[in-house]
């Protein structure tokens, strides 16, 4: 039985703050995955590839 797994997941991620301005992405997120003894998936790696960005990056923290 396989103990790993990898999938890839394509989401838009939509951003508004209370001023209305607005900031979009599109990113995709690669995981790793450990299956674990109980049968339950533990993740173990994270890697985020962002294809683009819309709006004003003011508003998302992480680019400040």
């Not at 838009?12 to 301005?21: F, P, S, V, W």
Request: hydrophobic fraction near 35%.
């Amino acid at each position: 039985e396989e103990m790993y797994a990898y999938c890839r997941l394509s989401a838009i991620i939509y951003r508004q703050d209370n001023e209305g301005k607005k900031f979009d992405s599109h990113v995709i997120y690669n995981f790793e995955l450990n299956k674990l003894l109980n049968n339950e998936w533990k993740i173990l790696k994270i890697k985020q590839s962002i294809l683009w960005n819309e709006g004003d990056f003011t508003i998302h923290e992480g680019l400040n």
